[in-house]
């Protein structure tokens, strides 16, 4: 079975500053989706980012990046120009490629509370 | 689009009292997926419809729930009887078929805040 290790229960830095949070992963497969979530005080998971494991370009979503290290399992998420809207709940998550004969869930990893210092 | 409607937005019910949640899948979207977060264990995925069929029901906690798709626009997530250990946040996510090319992003609904007192 996949695991999924956010090892920064919260960070907190100030605005306009750049962050990474942190995300390993462990599993056998060669193919496979990583992705990070969003998820504010309101509760509603957003997708911020998603890479996918066969592409070596690390994926960017305008001031969101990814530093993707397949052999290290590692998948960091990089916000830059950070603004206070930005502060939520960050969540890793890995999933298998679809086979077509069905879709596997969501792994998630426990989470990084990233708080935006005015 | 109006996204993943889920509902009630909130429940708060009495202990051996039974619970039905609600989800309304994005149109056009083949699997959809029952998860719950809570503080201790986090996001767990439940159980995953594939074309209104249940495929891995291995994440259900224990015959307590249950979960059914009857068709392609909706599905309940039901606990018979609830217990105070229940309390949670319940999502649904839905996933567009294998021909789009966003097959493997899931869309998640804003969730069921349930209280079991």
């Known amino acids: 079975a996949q695991t999924v290790t956010q090892s920064q229960p919260e960070m907190s830095v100030q605005e306009a500053e750049t962050v990474t949070l942190s995300c390993t992963y462990d599993t056998s497969e060669s193919n496979y989706y990583l992705f990070w979530y969003k998820q504010p005080p309101s509760r509603q998971m957003i997708l911020v980012i998603r890479?996918?494991?066969?592409?070596?370009q690390n994926a960017t979503e305008n001031r969101f990046s990814v530093n993707f290290q397949k052999a290290a399992k590692s998948f960091s998420l990089k916000i830059s120009d950070s603004q206070l809207g930005d502060t939520a709940m960050y969540f890793c998550a890995f999933k298998e490629v679809y086979s077509g004969g069905g879709a596997d869930g969501l792994t998630f990893g426990k989470g990084t509370h990233l708080i935006i210092q005015p | 689009d109006a996204g993943v409607i889920q509902s009630p937005r909130h429940e708060v019910t009495e202990m051996g009292q039974e619970v039905t949640l609600r989800c309304k899948p994005i149109?056009?979207?083949?699997?959809l997926f029952w998860y719950r977060q809570t503080m201790m264990r986090g996001l767990e995925l439940l159980i995953y419809f594939n074309n209104n069929v249940p495929i891995d029901d291995s994440g259900m906690p224990e015959d307590r729930f249950s979960a059914k798709m009857p068709n392609a626009s909706f599905s309940t997530l039901k606990i018979q009887p609830s217990e105070p250990r229940d309390s949670a946040v319940y999502f649904c996510?839905?996933?567009?078929?294998?021909?789009?090319?966003?097959?493997?992003?899931?869309?998640f609904g804003a969730g069921t805040r349930l209280s079991v007192l």
């Open positions: 149109s056009g979207h083949n699997s």
């Open positions: 996510a839905s996933t567009p078929g294998p021909a789009r090319r966003a097959k493997n992003i899931q869309y």
């Open positions: 890479q996918e494991a066969y592409k070596q």
